[in-house]
């Protein structure tokens, strides 16, 4: 089997800033040029390396996620694989026809009504006249315009446009499928149907590549995954190997104010099995220091919690006391904890300190340990029951349908 | 830092030559391996640019692209023309209003003219005037919009992959509706103003399909410098608006006297401006030579030479305009 992408030591530079701007510029500085006041060639810091040695290939029927933090390099190897931008160096192969879920909405025009711009943007998108007249009523009923697709698009509101954008796009029929952060459009309602969309694509085979800072959806999609850092890859490997190198690299680059007493110290807070997990499922945590308390005051307690960063609420908290742990007095010390995490897919923080029950403060504290939890079965509220469900009789017996054929009743072609 | 041809790699082609690739940790490696089609294989240091990969597209394949994305050109023009005439009170009024604002700038021009030299003023002048001021209106106009349609359009650019070309020649055929709107009118109004049309005129066709071609060739080299110098549009705006002057659309070539209407009819947009007068309103054969009789003698003011001349233009802008083009385009994206 041939691969449907291949990225081949790709180098990918890119100038910092513009060297002239204007003919105004150019001509002062191709007089001095000439006359010989300014070497010829320019300051090599002028660039920076976008992308070093990138090679992968994307075999029919995988999905690639790509993960990293900003200015990893990720947009670029986008652009890369949709032609917008050309190698330095290095080989960029496809085979097939690239569908790009990049800027579903960006060829919209706000004078122009849905119904034109639905020509507009698929046009842009590389669709023929036909093909869109063909989909047009999927398209509308996908996104859920309806009678709004008549009125100029300066009048919807922004979900709208992203909606009638992404609607356009998942209709391409590409052989190769780039995606870029466009699962985060619309409503929960047609997050849902997107994902549903999406994911019914990738099982039909075609191969696609997906970067996302939706971790959860990187680690529910991909079958394998690469991590860009300045524009090389860290790791690569299945996506949870990859998510767990990134959270890690995100815990060593944390600095916050922590409390800390010299008496008590935290040194390390790390997950033994990696910082993903899906939730319902279990994480161990081991945290280690030292400490030199020659009069333990009676009120400190060692403790731990995991935080929901998002309300810096507690979700769940508990301390030595309650389990008969002790309060570390000399030299090194190790705790490891595991917990169950019957928590909704998300991003937490693990944190272990000592607790002053007479003051009700931190004495001192490890470092946030950020843990991201996945969605392995879905279901809606704030705890995760691991609810087994078995049907002993059913009156009548129902084929199960994936989620994207209840969305309308059309078929394409 | 050198740059070195090996003659042991010489034998690697492109792709295959990237050989500093695997194995080497990517902070690392100071030294890459690249080449071009042609064989040649040469090391440089990273810290130095390497010479990009010249991918040098044929014109087939060039055509065959832009021919494939025709529904896009389409799609391109529609939205202007939507924008342009359903916003605008005046409609297709629009059409009409640069030509005739032509018209009445050059009326006053031979008037004064003919006051200072105290010649009469011809009745057809006023009909070769409006004839001569429909090609400059579409070119002018087309050059304008065009010039910032890369630019215009750098939200898409950036983002999403199309043939880029696709959208200088929107802008320049999206000109073409109110050239034709000119021209019917022009011509729905010629018999009552005493100009009979005669056969000739069906030169008016082949003339105006090179302009559009030579056009098509100045706004592809124009959209893109403008990306890399954001001035151009200025320095076009300005040349467009006294450049008018570098064409026979206010006067005759004949009132220059032979050298001078010879230096004028030699200007890259002169045939296209004249020929319309010729075929149009004088009914001239454009594979004639045609020579008005002046005080100082007869002066050429049509030759078929002038006909090859705007062929070769034509062709030659389109070239020029889809190399510079193509070359710019791999930029494109990180420009806009």
């Given at each position: 089997m041939t691969p449907s992408l291949v990225f081949d030591g790709v180098w990918k530079r890119f100038r910092r800033g513009q060297i002239h701007d204007s003919l105004r510029d150019l001509v002062p500085a191709m007089f001095r040029r000439i006359v010989g006041r300014e070497p010829a060639d320019h300051v090599d810091s002028r660039y920076f390396w976008a992308l070093r040695d990138l090679s992968f290939e994307v075999m029919p029927g995988e999905v690639l996620g790509i993960i990293g933090g900003n200015g990893a390099g990720k947009s670029t190897t986008l652009k890369l694989l949709t032609k917008i931008l050309e190698p330095t160096a290095g080989l960029v192969r496809t085979n097939g026809k690239i569908g790009a879920l990049i800027?579903?909405?960006?060829?919209?025009?706000?004078?122009?009504?849905g119904r034109q711009n639905v020509f507009l943007q698929g046009a842009i998108m590389g669709m023929r006249k036909a093909e869109i007249q063909r989909k047009f009523d999927e398209i509308v009923e996908f996104s859920g315009i309806g009678d709004f697709i008549?009125?100029?698009?300066?009048?919807?509101?922004s979900g709208m446009n992203a909606r009638l954008g992404f609607s356009i796009a998942a209709h391409l029929e590409p052989d190769i499928l780039i995606i870029d952060e466009v699962l985060a459009v619309g409503d929960a309602e047609f997050q849902a149907k997107a994902f549903g969309r999406v994911q019914g694509m990738a099982k039909g085979g075609a191969p696609v590549v997906l970067v996302s800072h939706q971790l959860d959806r990187i680690a529910e999609l991909c079958t394998k995954a690469i991590l860009l850092e300045k524009g090389a890859v860290r790791t690569s490997g299945t996506a949870k190997h990859c998510i767990d190198e990134y959270l890690h690299g995100l815990n060593l680059n944390r600095r916050e104010a922590l409390v800390t007493d010299a008496r008590i110290q935290f040194h390390g807070i790390v997950a033994r099995d990696g910082l993903a997990v899906f939730s319902g499922e279990q994480m161990t945590v081991v945290v280690h220091g030292t400490a030199d308390v020659n009069d333990p005051p009676r009120a400190w307690t060692p403790a731990f919690r995991i935080v929901d960063p998002k309300t810096g609420h507690d979700v769940h908290s508990v301390t030595g006391f309650q389990r008969g742990i002790p309060l570390p007095v000399r030299g090194e010390f190790e705790y490891e904890l595991t917990l169950?995490?019957?928590?909704?897919p998300g991003v937490y923080d693990a944190q272990a300190f000592i607790w002053d029950s007479e003051t009700n403060r931190h004495v001192t504290s490890s470092e946030r340990l950020e843990i991201e939890v996945f969605e392995k079965m879905q279901f809606y509220g704030g705890t995760q029951m691991n609810t087994k469900w078995s049907a002993a009789k059913l009156a009548s017996p129902v084929a199960a349908v994936p989620p994207s054929k209840h969305t309308n009743g059309r078929r394409s072609a | 830092m050198v740059v070195t041809a090996s003659a042991e790699d010489s034998s690697r082609r492109y792709p295959q030559d990237l050989v500093a690739r695997r194995g080497r940790r990517p902070s690392e490696p100071q030294t890459l391996h690249y080449g071009s089609t042609t064989g040649m294989t040469s090391t440089v240091s990273l810290e130095r640019p390497p010479k990009p990969i010249s991918r040098r597209d044929s014109l087939a394949t060039i055509v065959a692209e832009v021919w494939h994305s025709r529904d896009l050109v389409t799609q391109f023009v529609l939205r202007d023309l939507t924008i342009r005439y359903t916003q605008a009170v005046m409609g297709f009024a629009w059409a009409l209003l640069m030509p005739i604002l032509i018209v009445g700038a050059g009326m006053m021009f031979r008037v004064v003219v003919a006051t200072l030299s105290n010649t009469p003023l011809e009745g057809s002048s006023i009909a070769s005037l409006a004839a001569k001021a429909l090609p400059w209106a579409f070119f002018a106009g087309a050059l304008s919009n065009a010039t910032q349609s890369i630019i215009g359009n750098s939200n898409i650019v950036g983002k999403i992959y199309f043939p880029r070309e696709s959208l200088p020649l929107a802008s320049v055929l999206a000109q073409s509706p109110d050239l034709a709107v000119a021209l019917v009118i022009l011509t729905v109004i010629l018999p009552f103003i005493g100009v009979g049309l005669s056969w000739a005129a069906l030169w008016v066709i082949v003339v105006l399909l090179l302009l559009v071609t030579f056009t098509v060739g100045c706004a592809l080299v124009l959209s893109c410098a403008n990306l890399f110098f954001r001035d151009v549009k200025y320095i076009v705006q300005v040349a467009l608006n006294f450049g008018v002057f570098a064409t026979p659309v206010f006067f005759e070539p004949q009132m220059l006297g032979r050298k001078g209407a010879a230096i004028m009819l030699s200007l890259p947009l002169s045939p296209f401006v004249q020929a319309m007068d010729m075929a149009m309103?004088?009914?001239?054969?454009?594979?004639d030579v045609v020579t008005v009789a002046t005080k100082k003698g007869p002066v050429v003011v049509w030759s078929p030479w002038m006909l090859a001349y705007a062929l070769a233009s034509a062709v030659l802008a389109l070239y020029v305009g889809v190399r510079v083009f193509r070359r710019g385009s791999s930029r494109f994206a990180e420009m806009a």
């Open positions: 800027e579903v909405s960006g060829g919209f025009h706000q004078d122009l009504t008549d009125t100029p698009v300066k009048r919807y509101s169950q995490m019957n928590v909704p | 309103i004088r009914g001239h054969n454009l594979l």
